[in-house]
């Protein structure tokens, strides 16, 4: 008796889902979190979210080190969001420069989200591989066939997408790593100098990226892609993927409209 509740535990671990499953949910987990707006409501969903994280057996450095990219784009948000130069600033500083409350409260709810989904997109893409994800996205859009749609090429290209985040962030630190044994130190300078520093990866990792491209489409040449129809090995939603994916869409529709 005492194994059932873990083989049951087992069964709707998130790795054991259909990637159909996966990929709805984390798009009704997306678009349901950008209408939370009570704070209770928020935190819930935060709590869930990194219980995903948990369950998808994602450290916090690996989630760190794929937020990581997106930071500056945050911080700059937040700064154009929180700092007043021209009005009536909540807590002044200087003159007309200060901190707006509200703009402060608006953009951490808003880097709060962006984290939140990145951490929904991270948890799947932890527990699917990306042939999953192809035939998980051709089933998806097999109604587009109707217009003639090339869904097959349509389900490999968004799976590659995915796929190539990861990669990117581990070509990245290769090219890091590989600078700072040339004893280039990122960390030195000002501001100015550390983002002028940064700008020197991007040339080799650019080259390292269409390197990488050439070879897949080679392969993917090599391999007749396009030629016959594509042999798909996705799994049949069950009904326990049917009954998580009820609950979820509850549990997401609540959590908005609280």
């Known amino acids: 008796m005492s194994k059932c509740p873990c083989a049951l535990l087992k069964r709707i671990s998130i790795a054991s889902l259909t990637a159909q499953t996966k990929i709805v949910a984390t798009l009704v987990g997306i678009?349901?979190?950008?209408?939370?707006?009570?704070?209770?409501?928020?935190?819930?969903?935060?709590?869930?979210?990194?219980?995903?994280?948990?369950?998808?057996?994602?450290?916090?450095?690996?989630?760190?080190?794929?937020?990581?990219?997106?930071?500056?784009?945050?911080?700059?948000?937040?700064?154009?969001?929180?700092?007043?130069?021209?009005?009536?600033?909540?807590?002044?500083?200087?003159?007309?420069?200060?901190?707006?409350?509200?703009?402060?409260?608006?953009?951490?709810?808003?880097?709060?989200?962006?984290?939140?989904?990145?951490?929904?997109?991270?948890?799947?893409?932890?527990?699917?591989?990306?042939?999953?994800?192809?035939?998980?996205?051709?089933?998806?859009?097999?109604?587009?066939?109707?217009?003639?749609?090339?869904?097959?090429?349509?389900?490999?290209?968004?799976?590659?997408?995915?796929?190539?985040?990861?990669?990117?962030?581990?070509?990245?630190?290769?090219?890091?790593?590989?600078?700072r044994a040339r004893g280039f130190n990122f960390e030195s300078g000002s501001i100015i100098e550390r983002i002028k520093k940064w700008f020197t990866l991007l040339v080799p990792l650019t080259v390292l990226l269409f390197q990488r491209a050439d070879q897949m489409a080679q392969a993917m040449t090599d391999r007749c892609l396009g030629a016959a129809k594509r042999t798909r090995i996705s799994a049949k939603m069950q009904l326990v993927d049917w009954v998580v994916l009820l609950l979820w869409t509850t549990l997401c529709i609540g959590l908005a409209i609280l």
């Open 31 to 179: 678009i349901a979190l950008f209408y939370v707006q009570q704070s209770l409501a928020f935190a819930a969903f935060a709590l869930i979210c990194v219980s995903l994280l948990w369950g998808a057996r994602v450290s916090l450095s690996e989630f760190m080190r794929v937020a990581k990219p997106a930071a500056f784009i945050l911080l700059v948000s937040f700064v154009a969001n929180t700092l007043v130069f021209i009005g009536h600033p909540d807590i002044i500083f200087s003159g007309s420069v200060g901190l707006s409350v509200a703009g402060f409260y608006r953009s951490t709810v808003a880097i709060a989200r962006v984290l939140l989904a990145l951490a929904l997109v991270l948890s799947v893409a932890s527990t699917t591989t990306p042939t999953q994800l192809a035939d998980g996205f051709s089933v998806l859009l097999i109604p587009l066939r109707l217009i003639r749609v090339d869904v097959d090429g349509l389900s490999i290209v968004l799976s590659i997408a995915l796929r190539a985040i990861p990669l990117t962030l581990e070509e990245l630190d290769k090219i890091r790593a590989a600078q």
